[in-house]
Each structure stands twice: as C-alpha cells, then as structure tokens.
C-alpha cells in the first residue's frame, strides 16, 4: 500500500544551478512510496509533488545564505519526470527562504531510505530528568518542568506521539546498557540525535559536543536498530531546541522546524493549531548543538 510522506524542499538541481543570487523560496511537497518498501527510488513509480521520481542523487550540497548565514546544506536531489528538479536536507537543516551561492553534486543515482528524512523522537518507558525527579516520558504533560543543559529547568509545551510500523527505515535503534554511558537500555528513533562529547567530538568537529543522529551511531553490536511489528514515538517540544537528560544520557529535544518541514501532516497540523503564533518564529530557531552529517557520524560510530 502506497506511503505518503511531506518534506520541504528548494526547487533546484545543484548539477545545474541557478546563477550565485537567486533567491530559493521553501515548498512542502508529497512524496509517496508506491510499494511502501521505505525507500524512494527510480523506476517503480514513487512520485514526488505528483510526478514520477525518475533519478535519485543522495549527498549533493547547496551552499545559501540563510538566516543571515552562509550555510552548506547535504541534501538529495529528485529528479522528476515533466518537471524540474527538488533538493531536500538530509543533514536536519530546516530550510527557510534562502539566497543561493553554491553547490556540488554526485555522479551516481541512487534511492534513499524514508528513514533519512523522518523526525527524532523518544520511545515510552525513556526517563527524562524533571523539576520533581526522574519521570516516564510518556506521564509528562504541557506545563511539566524539564531539566535542560542549557536552560535549566523549561516547561515542556507541547508532547505529541505517533504510533507506526517499526519495520525498516523506521525502526527503532537500541543503545545496550553502556553504549553511550547509558545505565540502562535507551530506545530511540532513528533520526535522533545524540549528544557526543570529549575527545571524539573534538577531534572529528572541533567542537566539544556534537549532535549526531542514532542511525549514524548504529554499530552492528552495542548499537542496532531493531525492528519490531510497531513502535510508538513521542516528542517533547520547549521554547528552544534543547539537550535533555533521557534515560541517563543528553539528547535533543523535538526540534520546531520540524513543524515546518512537516514530517507528517497530522502533526504538523496539531502543531500549528496550537502554536499559530510560533510557526513564522520557527523559522529563527537553531539546533542546540552542531549536527553531524551521515558519514561525519559513520566516523564515530567506526
């Protein structure tokens, strides 16, 4: 049965760009999964914005001035039949309205896993640290105080939760007992980001703490993905992208430019009810941390 997914996307193909200055405008497309094999792949009939995907070229980059930065942005970038090309973030950038500078592109098409492009989240029967003690995820309401790294404690605004099929690129990644410093077995989505710190964040980053995404952390022993017949996730939203203490270890937060890039329609939807007044706002937000890319987080996962 077919899958439909919403991203966001620039309407450009890095292997023929536009001239350095054009102005790139955010568009939320449907993409659909037409064997629901959770892949969009050339060929077999998934569509993006409602033509066929023809070629499929993961790791392209865009470099734009965005926000008042100049930021490279990895991407794929569709190729559609009777239309021109779309490039979306595989990275977690949120994209905004942007002035194209640059880019670079792949030779070699390929497909890419649904997975790459879904939302990070926590799985129920994950510890989060609170103003009153260590707490299930799933008791926390609006209005509970959370503690954060940066912030102390915050009052979570908004919990929401998706129960799906846990099977291929959307099953969970299982952290054994000490992986991460962990003390007890940790449960997440693929796409969220751990935070990594010390000697491997400085040495690979430079920086003394990096967000990397749980898939990219997977090492065929300590760190899995497993799969399961369904698996619920749950997100916690504050006022800013934030690191939490979650079954022991730091992790983020759900990120609100997720809204916008509207990793499914349900919940952008909620969200944007709730908050009417956050959604413009989004756009200002940064990730708490600096995010790895895939293969930056296959380095420390090596």
């Given at each position: ?20 200055g054009t102005s790139l405008t955010v568009q939320n497309y449907d993409f659909v999964d037409s064997d629901d094999n959770g892949f ?43 239309q021109p090309a779309i490039f979306t973030p595989t990275d977690g950038t949120v994209l905004e309205d942007a002035t194209f500078q640059s880019a670079t592109y792949v030779t070699d098409s ?193």
């Amino acid at each position: 049965m077919p899958t439909t997914y919403t991203d966001q996307f620039f309407v450009i193909d890095p292997a023929n760009p536009p001239p350095s200055g054009t102005s790139l405008t955010v568009q939320n497309y449907d993409f659909v999964d037409s064997d629901d094999n959770g892949f969009i792949q050339p060929g077999v009939g998934d569509t993006a914005n409602g033509a066929e995907v023809t070629s499929v070229w993961i790791d392209d980059t865009i470099t734009v001035t965005m926000g008042g930065s100049t930021v490279t942005i990895t991407g794929v970038t569709f190729y559609l039949d009777g239309q021109p090309a779309i490039f979306t973030p595989t990275d977690g950038t949120v994209l905004e309205d942007a002035t194209f500078q640059s880019a670079t592109y792949v030779t070699d098409s390929t497909q890419v896993p649904v997975g790459e492009l879904g939302p990070p989240c926590f799985t129920p029967g994950t510890v989060i640290e609170t103003e009153t003690g260590p707490r299930l995820i799933e008791t926390l309401a609006p209005g509970d105080r959370v503690l954060t790294r940066d912030r102390g404690m915050q009052p979570v605004l908004w919990n929401g939760r998706r129960t799906m099929p846990g099977t291929g690129a959307f099953a969970p990644v299982r952290f054994a007992a000490g992986a991460i410093g962990n003390p007890d077995p940790l449960t997440v989505s693929p796409q969220h980001r751990m935070l990594v710190t010390g000697w491997r964040a400085e040495l690979y980053f430079g920086e003394a703490e990096v967000l990397v995404a749980a898939r990219h952390l997977v090492n065929g022993d300590t760190i899995r993905q497993v799969e399961r017949a369904e698996v619920t996730y749950i997100h916690l939203l504050f006022a800013a992208h934030e690191i939490v203490m979650a079954g022991g270890v730091p992790s983020e937060s759900y990120f609100l430019g997720h809204a916008l890039r509207a990793c499914d329609a349900d919940t952008r939807a909620e969200l944007l009810a709730l908050f009417p007044d956050l959604a413009p706002g989004a756009r200002d937000l940064v990730p708490a941390r600096q995010v790895a890319r895939r293969f930056e987080g296959a380095v420390l996962a090596a």
